[in-house]
């Protein structure tokens, strides 16, 4: 029953799509179906949130992928680099949207539990979350203690020196 809620609104939603949704648009709306269809989703632990959102969004990401994406996969290519080219934005797309994703879930999950927090401020490093904020990033009187910094990646394989920049 609950996949059958899942699925049936996941084609719902990529039925009216003509391009691809923003990245907070895709996770809006995974937040409203599992909420809808998964019973208790609101009792569930922070974790088991964030990993069913991460799983259940690349879900519906392939299904408006499939349907927006048809006619280019299916298409002759010119020449190689023309396959190329088309796989490389198709899979640079599936990245940041993953990327996208993943911050918009924890941005979600830190507003539930009442955390103040600001996401991807303008301060050095850039990084995805300072908690509380910008403005205690840059008072040089905030306690550091009380001063946090998030570098949030959907891996860390090569990006390792990216996050200790940030």
């Known amino acids: 029953e609950t996949e059958e809620c899942i699925d049936r609104r996941f084609w719902q939603f990529a039925s009216i799509c ?3 949704p923003t990245g907070d648009v895709f996770s809006a709306e ?3 179906i599992l909420r809808t269809c998964v019973t208790d ?3 569930l632990d922070p974790d088991s949130k964030l990993l069913a959102c991460i ?3 690349y879900k519906l990401f392939r299904l408006v992928e499939r349907q927006v994406c048809q006619t280019e996969i299916v ?3 010119r020449d190689v680099d023309d396959f190329v080219q088309t796989g490389l934005r198709i899979f ?3 990245k940041a949207r993953a990327g996208r ?3 918009n879930h924890v941005h979600e999950l830190l507003g539930k539990a009442g955390i103040p927090h600001e996401m991807r401020p303008d301060v050095d490093g850039r990084p995805a979350v300072v908690i509380p904020g910008r403005v205690a990033y840059n008072d040089d009187s905030y306690p550091l203690e009380n001063l946090f ?3 949030i990646k959907t891996t860390c394989k090569d990006r390792w020196r990216q996050v200790l920049n940030e």
């Open 18 to 20: 003509e391009g691809f």
């Open 30 to 32: 995974i937040w409203h």
């Open 41 to 43: 989703f609101a009792a």
């Open 55 to 57: 799983e259940a969004e």
């Open 75 to 77: 298409r002759i290519f």
């Open 92 to 94: 640079n797309r599936r």
């Open 101 to 103: 994703s993943l911050e």
């Open 149 to 151: 910094v998030l570098g």
